[in-house]
Every structure is written in C-alpha cells, then in structure tokens.
C-alpha cells in the first residue's frame, strides 16, 4: 500500500483530570513562574475527567487522515490495554496501524491536570515511545509520498534511517522535532538539512539556531539555509510565522474560547501540512488551514477531539496573513 503520508513519533493514553482546586500560585524561584499545588495528605474532588489519546505521532495521523490524506502512523506501544485503546482509535479514524508492540514496557501515560482557567501541568510516564526503534522498521516494504517526523524520544539512528530511507525514495519530509531533539541545539542541523518543511516553537527554534528567540529574521536566515522549502515558527496563541526562503508569512490566531491547549503543536502541523500537500504547497492555505485546525482542538480536552475534517473549516473566519 502507498501512503500519501506516514508519521513517526509518539503515542500516550492520556487522562485529563479538571478542578476547581487545582490553584495556581505565582513563585518566582520556578521556571514558568507559576506553579499547580495539591494540599499534601488530602483527597481533592475532580469535577471532569477525561480518557483521550495523545502524542504528537498519532495526534497528527488523526488530523491527516481527517484531511483525506492516506495515512499511517508508527508508534511504540505496550501490550496492554492503553494500547489495544490507540489501536482502535487507528481504526475508527482510517490510520493504518504500524506500530510496534514492546512486550516489556507499557504504553506511555499521562495524567493532565488542569486549572480552571485551561492551563495546565502533564505529569507523563513514557515507556514504550522511550524504546521506539528503526530496528523493527520494515523500511524495504514502506511506500509513501510524504514522511512526517514527530517525537523520536532523542533516537536519532531513527531520525537517521528514516531521513536516509525518504531521501533514497524521493519521499518529501516534514518535521516537528520533539524536546529530545531540540535541545541537541545546533547539533541537530546535519540531522535536518534538506528536508522539506520544519515546524517548531519560538523558543524549539531558538535552541537549534542558537539565536535569541526574538531575533526571528536571523533565526529564518539561519534555517533557510538548511531547510528545503518552507520553516514554520509557531508563537502559541500569538500566531505562527512561516518562510519560504522568499517571503516571510505571519498570522495571528482568531480570538475564540480556550478550554484545554493540550495539541496546539500538533493540531497546527497536521493542518498545515495538510493543506500544504492538498494546495500543492500554498503557503496561504496552509497557515489558514493549521490555525483552524489548532484553533478547533484547543476548544475540546484532549489532543484529538476537533481535528477537522476535509472541506470543513469548523466555521472560524479566515485570518489575515501577511506577507512580506
Ligand atoms: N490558544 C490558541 N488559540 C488558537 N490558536 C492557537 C492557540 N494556541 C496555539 N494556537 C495555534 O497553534 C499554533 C501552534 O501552537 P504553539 O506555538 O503553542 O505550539 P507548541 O509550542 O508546539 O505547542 P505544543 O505544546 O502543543 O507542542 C500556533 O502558531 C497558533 O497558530
Ligand atoms: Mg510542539
């Protein structure tokens, strides 16, 4: 079977758990400046709880294979039940599985817990996506048109072996690199020069240019060299800024209700990409198409719930988008 894209990167079973007592508290000796606090030795009344599936891997699959796209995800998970749970996810939503099963360490977990007002602190076991390997890759009887990259939990024999594999068969490659790789900074450029497009944060793309994340002229200078076409800096609710060695985009975010910002990130790349591919690389619709998408699944818990689907822009006014 050829695929019209494949994802690799990481999957979780995740459970969100609301509160009205999960206060936030401001202290300036931790890094966000803020911090979540549980009384210790108490039991705390939960108002709304969640089961959904994560991680950056399946999220985007979800949202590709909604876009129309032929779709199939990679990912790593245990043998139990949070795994047989993603595996029916898969095929409710047209995702054909390729995953690995690890026999010793179970499918990654996260328990999200969540403020009233949406922000939120992730406390995540990660143990099968740990462990995803190239290994049990069969790389000779994979057929695709585009490559998504996610989260490879720092494997980079994997980032390797899949860029090789797409560059040998004239896959195109998109990437969103996870923490692991961003924080090999300026080391990961080799890994990531010639690929397509490349998506990361303001500050994921600071750390691996090594310029100060407000410099983002220099930052684009930088990436342009490396990266084929188009690099993607996204600014959370301020927007995203796209190059395509040309011209630089920008674009805000529409103001709408936040309930859970749990896969923003990935909602945006799928759309992106999505509407990247589907426009034959319209850089217009595929801001327009990322921040409907982001736009959509930031209003639901969960990292999944409100991917769009194909022809539907779930009613938000187009954004401007600027070029310059
Ligand atoms: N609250 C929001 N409302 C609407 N759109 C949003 C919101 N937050 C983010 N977005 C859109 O999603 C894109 C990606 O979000 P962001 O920059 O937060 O990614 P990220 O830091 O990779 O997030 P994640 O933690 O999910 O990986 C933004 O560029 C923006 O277009
Ligand atoms: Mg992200």
């Known amino acids: 079977m050829k695929y019209e894209i494949i994802t690799i990167g990481s999957v979780t079973r995740d459970a969100f758990f609301k509160s009205d007592a999960f206060k936030v508290e401001k202290n300036p000796n931790v890094r966000t400046g803020e911090q979540m606090c549980l009384m210790l030795g108490t039991k705390i009344a939960v108002q709304e709880v969640v089961f959904t599936t994560g991680g950056g891997g399946t999220n985007t699959a979800v949202g590709f294979s909604r876009q129309g796209l032929r ?12 795994g047989r749970a993603i595996i029916e996810e898969f095929e409710k939503e047209g995702v054909a599985n390729l995953s690995q099963v690890d026999k010793e360490y179970p499918t990654a977990f996260s ?61 195109k490659i998109a990437c969103n690199p996870g923490k692991k790789m961003v924080q090999m900074g300026r080391e990961l450029r080799p890994f990531i020069e010639g690929i397509d497009i490349f998506i990361s944060n303001e500050d994921e793309a600071g750390l691996i ?3 100060e994340p407000g410099n983002t002229e220099k930052i684009f200078e930088e990436m342009d060299k490396i990266i084929k076409e188009v690099v993607v800096m996204t600014r959370g609710p ?31 790349s799928a759309g992106f990409v999505s509407g990247y591919i589907n426009s034959g690389g319209d850089i217009e619709n595929a801001i327009q198409l990322g921040t409907a998408n982001a736009t959509s699944v930031v209003q639901y818990f969960g990292a999944k719930k409100g991917h769009l689907k194909k022809g539907d822009w779930g009613g938000y006014p187009k954004i401007e988008v600027a070029k310059n």
């Open 209 to 211: 240019t090594g310029v």
């Open 71 to 82: 779709t199939a995800s990679i990912c790593r998970i245990g043998d139990d039940i949070s």
């Open 111 to 171: 328990l999200i817990l969540v403020a009233p007002d949406g922000e939120r602190t992730i406390l995540e076991h990660r143990g099968a996506n740990d462990h995803i390997t190239e290994k049990e890759i069969d790389w000779s009887g994979l057929e695709s048109e585009w490559l998504f990259l996610d989260s490879l939990a720092g494997n980079t024999n994997l980032m390797k072996e899949a860029i090789d594999w797409a560059k040998k068969n004239d896959v």
């Open 238 to 268: 301020k927007g995203v800024m796209v190059s395509d060695g040309k011209n630089i985009y920008s674009a805000g975010t529409p103001d709408s209700p936040v309930v859970d910002r749990t896969g923003a990130g990935d909602a945006f």
